[in-house]
């Protein structure tokens, strides 16, 4: 798991203690709320949009949110709540199943970076919860248990998500860039 | 971890917020601190949507004053006219009570002619 939780206490002299601040806790997270919005809306002004939302929750919330790895869990469930909220009230995202997404073609430079590309347009094309939970996996590095925990479901049901998830995706990138193994 | 996982975190890897974001959240903290607290902003600094409201009630108020007035004036020329019907009646039967006492008089001494009439005779 990436280390991400929130130094949620900041020293002031060698013993005293302080709670983190709310323009403490923005600066920190900010790369990571707008970051699981922008994977799975595919969307900046969008993910923008959703990423402040949440802090405006946070700071409505701050004084009863306990600091440090809690927040940090609040913040990633509340980020994915808002932006599922968000992509069925708007219906941003044309509703493409994984098999009907077209093919990739076959890069002639900046193989990474075109793999990367096509991998963000193939995660797009993922169900609603299966995309989150890919979001969840790859950008955060969770584990099923955390990612169950964050999105309300149950861990079978996550690992279920990412197994079929990453099946359809190998299949869809060896068929048109070869063997990634 | 097979590539696949590998290429995937590459691919959703976080990425920063947009130049500007911490300070617009902050903004619109301060904003939303400011009408949490219930404190009343200069009147220039108020958002447009209070000036519209503001504007919308106003009109509201004064089509229910305007029509309160008209209603009021309607009232007073019903309460006049119905005044005026009432005189009228009240003089008609006036009238015609006068007619009827005026008839019986001329009777009575039409009566009271006859009577002298056949006396000398």
């Not at chain 1, 929130?6 to 920190?28: K, N, Y």
């Not at chain 1, 609603?128 to 964050?150: C, G, H, K, N, S």
């Not at chain 2, 008839?103 to 006396?119: F, H, M, P, V």
């Amino acid at each position: 798991m990436i280390e991400n939780t929130i130094p949620m206490t900041a020293r002031a002299g060698a013993e005293t203690e302080v709670r983190a601040t709310f323009s403490d806790v923005l600066r920190e997270q900010q790369g990571m709320v707008f970051s699981i919005a922008l994977h799975f809306l595919r969307d900046c002004s969008a993910a923008e949009e959703v990423a402040q939302d949440v802090f405006l929750q946070l700071h409505r919330n701050f004084d009863q949110l306990e600091t440090g790895a809690r927040m940090t869990f609040w913040l990633r469930k509340v980020t994915a709540n808002r932006a599922i909220d968000y992509i069925r009230k708007r219906k941003l995202r044309g509703t493409v199943a994984l098999e009907d997404a077209p093919e990739p073609r076959s890069p002639a430079a900046q193989p990474d970076f075109l793999l990367s590309r096509r991998l963000r347009s193939l995660i797009a094309t993922l169900p609603d919860q299966p995309r989150m939970v890919m979001v969840m996996r790859f950008q955060e590095e969770l584990m099923p248990t955390e990612i169950a925990e964050i999105l309300g479901m149950p861990v079978r049901t996550v690992k279920s998500h990412l197994q079929r998830s990453l099946a359809m995706l190998r299949e869809k990138i060896e068929r048109s860039m070869g063997d990634v193994h | 971890m097979d590539d696949l996982e590998r290429h995937l975190k590459d691919a959703l890897a976080r990425e920063d917020a947009p130049a500007g974001f911490e300070a617009r959240v902050m903004s619109a903290v301060n904003q939303a601190g400011e009408s949490n607290r219930g404190g009343r902003p200069h009147l220039a600094a108020r958002p447009r949507w209070q000036w519209i409201f503001a504007m919308a009630a106003a009109a509201v108020a004064m089509i229910g004053v305007g029509g309160e007035w008209e209603h009021h004036v309607a009232m007073e020329r019903i309460r006049t006219a119905h005044l005026e019907v009432e005189q009228r009646e009240a003089g008609e039967a006036a009238k015609a009570q006068l007619q009827v006492a005026l008839r019986i008089t001329s009777a009575k001494l039409e009566e009271i002619q006859q009577k002298i009439g056949e006396g000398s005779h």
